[in-house]
């Protein structure tokens, strides 16, 4: 099993340590050692293991979807890697920070809040690989947030976001704003005032804020 317990991008990975080999029969013997994986890349040896420990470990990595799956060796040699279990950690990031949104995984990390609850809101689109507002079937106006994980910010500390954005034929409008929690009614101040877009490729549009509390 793998589970978040507090607010840092920090894994708790628990699991038995194997307690046959891959015919079935019992192991009498400690296992050589077993190797944790993460993202297919070893993150922790367990040396010298009893069959049937139980065992954790602490990953402390970073915020997104991570894979874990082990791998245990005795003398016989290497047996079959165990079933895999993925978990999204979340967590306050650091600047500087880029969203990609190329990847699901990261549009999954945000929150979407449908103001005006018209069932039509932000969604993310596989190509070009992007958060989507589309307000095809909207009524009216859209009041749609796409609101990030905590970023930790610094009192008198004055910070630029760029946001890249296109249409793929009628004209949009969008701003970006920043508070203390993730509620539409917390987010009041402005970092890029209201911005029309036109352009049918992607543009950069920038602003700048300065924030007076640290969070």
Do not use: C, M
Not at 80 to 90: D, G, N, P, Q
Not at 102 to 120: A, E, P
Not at 143 to 158: C, F, H, K, Q, W
Not at 178 to 183: H, K, N, P, V, Y
């Amino acid at each position: 099993a793998a589970e978040q317990k507090g607010n840092e991008p920090e894994a708790t990975v628990t699991f038995t340590a194997p307690s046959q080999n891959v015919d079935g029969e019992a192991l009498t013997e400690n296992l050589t050692k077993i190797e944790l994986l993460r993202d297919d890349e070893v993150v922790n040896t367990f040396e010298d293991v009893a069959p049937g420990t139980e065992l954790e470990y602490v990953d402390a990595t970073t915020v997104g979807k991570h894979v874990y799956a082990v791998i245990a060796y005795n003398a016989a040699g290497v047996g079959k890697k165990s079933a895999e279990v993925s978990i999204s950690l979340t967590g306050v990031l650091s600047v500087p920070y880029v969203a990609d949104f190329s990847s699901k995984d990261t549009y999954q990390l945000f929150t979407v809040i449908d103001g005006n609850s018209d069932w039509t809101t932000w969604e993310w689109a596989s190509y070009p690989g992007a958060a989507k507002f589309d307000n095809s079937w909207g009524n009216g106006a859209g009041d749609d947030y796409l609101v990030s994980l905590p970023i930790r910010l610094e009192a008198g500390n004055t910070y630029k976001v760029t946001v890249s954005a296109e249409t793929d034929w009628s004209t949009e409008k969008f701003d970006v704003v920043l508070g203390q929690e993730a509620t539409a009614a917390a987010l009041t101040q402005t970092v890029i005032e209201t911005q029309e877009i036109e352009n049918t490729s992607a543009k950069d549009f920038s602003g700048t804020t300065t924030v007076t509390a640290d969070g």
